[in-house]
C-alpha cells in the first residue's frame, strides 16, 4: 500500500477535528461517530480538550482507503497553539487545510498558508460547512484563488465520480505550468502523472467542497487523496526527525519521530548511548507495540532524554527554527506554592513546548514565560492546576521586546581570578531580520586550541543572552569567536564560560555607547473590514497607532457580503492590543479584524520603552560585563569599559573596519 502522512489544519471551528472524524468513520477505522461537542471526537482523547471543545495538542490516528495507507495528524486550531501546528508541518508528505465556507479565509488561515509555503507542504483544500444557507461554492472558489493561489481547482462536484476531475479542471490545471498547457493544447487532457507532479510542486491544490458533520464531500475526498498523491523516496540510511515531545498518563517523556530513512528498530542505539526501549505506534488515545518503524512511518519514543522538536536523528539534518515565535512575557504568582517546585514543573512543559522559554532570575527571584495569548495562559494555568496540583497565578502580560546591533563590534570578556585564565574575543555583527542569535569561529588553532574554542562556543550556546537596553532578549546577531588566550597552567571550561559571557555584555555595552544597539518590538499585519462610511476612522485610528496601512480595497472578497472597505497594513502590538473591542463598538459587531505576527521592527516609542524599564545592565550581577584580572595573587574586578585598555590579547579589529564591514 502506498504509505501517506498527512496533517490536517485550520482556523480554530473551521470544522477540522470533525473532519477528522468523518474521514476515519467512512474509511471504516472507527465504528461511531464521535462529537467535539459531545466531548467523544477520537482526536481530542485529552481531558482539556473535552471540556473546551478545541483540539489543543497534536493526535495521530490511522486510516486505509482503498490502497491508501494513511497516517493522519490532527492539530490544534487555535492561533494560541500555533507553535504545535508548525512542529507538525515539518514532518508532513501532504497537508489538508480546512476552510469554514460561510467564514471564508479567516486571519489564522493565511497564517497556516503562510507556513505550508514555507515549509514547500502540498496542500489539499476541504471547503467545509457547505450544507449552510450562506455558503457560496463559486464565491469561497474565488476567494481561494484570489487570496491564495490560482491553481486552486475544484476537484469535486455533483457531475463527477469520487477520485475523478471534473472534465473542464483541466484546462485550469494546465493553466498553471506553460510546459503542461503546452501539452494540453495538443492532446486535450493532462496525464494523472503529471497532475500528481503539479500537486506535489504546490502548483496545483485540489479543492474538495462538502459537509463534514454530514459526510457529505468526504469519500471524494478520501478518493482524491488516494488517486492524486505520491509516496516520498526515502534514503537506505537511518534518518529521523523529531516533532513533539509529550508526556504520557503515567510521566514517562515521549519523543515523537518521523523516520526519514532506513528502518528504526527496538533496542537501536541512538543518540550517544541512549538505546531504543520502546517503539509505539499511535491511534488516538491507543497504542501498539511495533519491534520496528520504517521508513515513512510516525512513532513514539519512550523515556528518550536530550531530544527536542526539529531535532535530526542518524542522517537527518535538523529543521529550520520555528516561525511562530510568542511575543508576550507574563511573570508568575507562585501563591504559597515552592517557587522551586514551580521552576521544575514548568521546565518539563517547556520539554514539551520550547516556545514557553521559562526564564529564571536568582537576582529577582522570579520566573517568566513567553506566551502567545490569553487562552494558552488559560490552559497552561489549568494543565498546572490537574497535572501537577499547582494553583498558580500570572501577573499582567507584557510585550516582549527585544535588542540588536546597528553596527559591528568586539567583545572581550577576561576572567582571571586566583588559579584560573581565560581571555575571549568575540566579533558581533548585525544580521538578517529573523535570523536570530548564531555563532561562529574564526580563530586560529595556534591563538586558542580546539578544545577551547569548543568551551566557547558551547558556553555561547548555552543561555539566552540579554541586550543592555532593557534586558530583553537578543536577536539577529552574529557571534564569531575571533581571539582569545588561554593559560596551560591555570585554564579551566568553566574560567572560559564566565569571560565568553562577559565579552558578549562588555561588547553590547561598547556598542550602547556608541549608539549602535536598537531595540525591537513585535509587529502585527492585521486585516480590518469595516463598513465603506468607517474607513475614515479606521485609517485615523490606524495612523494613532503608528501603523501603516495600503490602500483600502473595496472589491477584495469579502465573507460577510458587500458595503465593506478592507484595510490592511502593519502596526506595533503593543499599540493594536485591545483594539478588536474598538472595532465592535464603532461597527456595531458587524467589522472584522484579523491579527496575525509580522515579526520585529524598530520600537516605534524606545526611548520611552527604555525609561520606563529601568534597566541597569551593571547592576544584572547574573548578566555582569566587567570582567577580573588578577594582581598580585588576588583576583580583582575591571568596570567593562577599562577591559579594553587592560585585554591581554590585541583587538582583531579596529573602529573603521568594523564601520565598513557593517556597511
Not at 5 to 11: K, P, Q
Not at 570 to 595: D, F, I, K, R, W
Amino acid at each position: 500500500m502506498k504509505h501517506i502522512v498527512t496533517g490536517i489544519v485550520a482556523h480554530v471551528d473551521a470544522g477540522k477535528t470533525t473532519l477528522s472524524e468523518a474521514m476515519l468513520y467512512r474509511s471504516g477505522a472507527l465504528r461511531q461517530l464521535g462529537r467535539v461537542d459531545n466531548g467523544d471526537a477520537f482526536l481530542d482523547p485529552d481531558d482539556l480538550e473535552k471540556q473546551r471543545g478545541i483540539t489543543i495538542f497534536s493526535h495521530q490516528a490511522s486510516l486505509q482507503h482503498g490502497d491508501l495507507d494513511l497516517t493522519l495528524l490532527d492539530t490544534p486550531g487555535h492561533v494560541d497553539f500555533a507553535s504545535q501546528t508548525e512542529q507538525v508541518l515539518s514532518v508532513l508528505d501532504y497537508a489538508i487545510l480546512v476552510v469554514s465556507a460561510t467564514d471564508g479565509i479567516q486571519g489564522y488561515t493565511r497564517t497556516l498558508w503562510r507556513l505550508l509555503d514555507h515549509y514547500q507542504v502540498p496542500t489539499f483544500i476541504f471547503v467545509n460547512k457547505m450544507d449552510a444557507d450562506t455558503a457560496d461554492h463559486d464565491r469561497v472558489l474565488a476567494q481561494l484563488q484570489q487570496v491564495f493561489s490560482a491553481g486552486c481547482i475544484a476537484f469535486n462536484d455533483a457531475t463527477t465520480a469520487a477520485g475523478n476531475i471534473p472534465t473542464d479542471a483541466y484546462e485550469d490545471i494546465a493553466m498553471q505550468n506553460d510546459d503542461v498547457l503546452e501539452n494540453f493544447l495538443d492532446a486535450g487532457t493532462v496525464a494523472d502523472d503529471t497532475v500528481r507532479q503539479m500537486i506535489q510542486r504546490r502548483e496545483v491544490f485540489p479543492c474538495y467542497f462538502g459537509a463534514a458533520l454530514k459526510l457529505d464531500g468526504i469519500d471524494d475526498l478520501l478518493a482524491g487523496l488516494e488517486q492524486w498523491t505520491r509516496e516520498p523516496e526515502y534514503a537506505a540510511e537511518f534518518g529521523a526527525k523529531v516533532f513533539k515531545i509529550s508526556h504520557d498518563d503515567k510521566g514517562e517523556r515521549l519523543t515523537w519521530v518521523r523516520v526519514t530513512g532506513g528502518v528504526l528498530a527496538n533496542k537501536d542505539v541512538i543518540l550517544g548511548e541512549q538505546k531504543v526501549n520502546q517503539l509505539r505506534v499511535y491511534n488516538g488515545a491507543k497504542f501498539t507495540i511495533r519491534p520496528s518503524v520504517a521508513a515513512g512511518e510516525v512513532c513514539a519514543i519512550p523515556n528518550l532524554t536530550g531530544t527536542h522538536p526539529g531535532q535530526g536523528l542518524g542522517e537527518q539534518t535538523a529543521g529550520r527554527s520555528p516561525e511562530i515565535q510568542p511575543v508576550l512575557n507574563y511573570t508568575l504568582d507562585p501563591q504559597g506554592h515552592d517557587i522551586h517546585e514551580c521552576l521544575t514543573i514548568l521546565q518539563q512543559l517547556e520539554d514539551e513546548d520550547p516556545q514557553l522559554h521559562v526564564a529564571w532570575s536568582s537576582h529577582l527571584q522570579e520566573i517568566r514565560v513567553q506566551i502567545m495569548g490569553a487562552v494558552q495562559l488559560e490552559i497552561l494555568q489549568q494543565i498546572l492546576r490537574e497535572r501537577f496540583n499547582l494553583d498558580v497565578g500570572f501577573g499582567e502580560g507584557s510585550i516582549l521586546y527585544k535588542e540588536t546591533l546597528t553596527q559591528g563590534v568586539e567583545g572581550v570578556g577576561h576572567f582571571e581570578p586566583l588559579r584560573h585564565y581565560a581571555e575571549v574575543h568575540l566579533l558581533m555583527q548585525p544580521a538578517p531580520r529573523g535570523s536570530g542569535v548564531t555563532f561562529d569561529a574564526d580563530c586560529d588553532l595556534e591563538v586558542l586550541g580546539k578544545n577551547w574554542q569548543h568551551q566557547v562556543l558551547t558556553s555561547l550556546r548555552a543561555k539566552e543572552h540579554l541586550g543592555v537596553l532593557t534586558g530583553s532578549p537578543l536577536t539577529d546577531v552574529k557571534i564569531t569567536l575571533v581571539s582569545g588566550r588561554a593559560s596551560i597552567v591555570h585554564s579551566v571550561g568553566g574560567d572560559f564560560r564566565e569571560a565568553t559571557w562577559r565579552a558578549v555584555r562588555q561588547g553590547l555595552m561598547m556598542a550602547q555607547a556608541q549608539d549602535q544597539t536598537e531595540l525591537l518590538e513585535p509587529w502585527y499585519r492585521f486585516r480590518l473590514e469595516v463598513g465603506q462610511d468607517q474607513v475614515g476612522r479606521a485609517m485615523t485610528d490606524i495612523q494613532r497607532m503608528h501603523g501603516r496601512f495600503e490602500t483600502p480595497d473595496a472589491t477584495a472578497p469579502s465573507a460577510t457580503g458587500d458595503g465593506m472597505s478592507i484595510l490592511t497594513g502593519t502596526a506595533p502590538v503593543s499599540e493594536m492590543q485591545g483594539y478588536v473591542q474598538e472595532v465592535n463598538a464603532y461597527t456595531h459587531g458587524q467589522g472584522q479584524l484579523e491579527c496575525l505576527i509580522d515579526g520585529y521592527r524598530p520600537c516605534h516609542n524606545a526611548a520611552e520603552v527604555v525609561t520606563k524599564q529601568a534597566y541597569d545592565p551593571v547592576g544584572d550581577l547574573e548578566n555582569t560585563p566587567g570582567s577580573v584580572f588578577c594582581a598580585h595573587g588576588a583576583g580583582y574586578p575591571v568596570h567593562w569599559d577599562d577591559v579594553p585598555g587592560m585585554a591581554h590579547v590585541d583587538y582583531v579589529y579596529t573602529a573603521d573596519a568594523l564601520a565598513k564591514m557593517s556597511n
